[in-house]
């Protein structure tokens, strides 16, 4: 494998909110000179840090990174540790390229948490994904299929398609 270019020499900084510190120390813990790299949270900055070592790869410094941002999207750390299994991605899709109207941005919210948490569940459980729902993003964690059978579905309900239609097109799509 080819050690990492000088462009991921540097240090990665990957933002996190103070509500997610904790699962960021966990996270630190678990991978902190696993990968030839030292993983350490900055409490004051609210950062993740990763420093690669010399010995550390660019495919295992990726990985990380996106390890780390699983997390500071609000993942928990083994959830995230899926991301070291090539066959896994994280997907994000941004809701305010949807809309400009906070109204409007709430709406697709509710109709993608659904009553009680409901939606979400179902979408988790029929496309065998992990996610996680912020102000302003949807997070898909899983299989790449999977997840693009999720984040298809997402998108089929922020067009305002019936949820009965989207849980369908799940089913159909992982019978394929």
Known sequence: MAVASEYLRGTILEPIEEKRLRAAREFAKLTDGRYGARVEVDERGLYIKITPGPDATVDVILKLREMARAVALGFAPEKALQLENDDYVLAVINLKEYTDKPNHLR?????????????????????????????????ILGRLEDVEIARRAVEMLIEGKKHSTVYRFIQGAKRR
Do not use: C, F, K, S
Request: net charge negative.
């Open 107 to 139: 709406r697709i919210l509710g109709r993608i948490i659904g009553e009680g948490g409901r939606a979400r569940h179902t979408i988790e459980q029929l496309a065998e994904v992990d996610m996680v729902v912020g102000d302003n993003y949807v997070a």
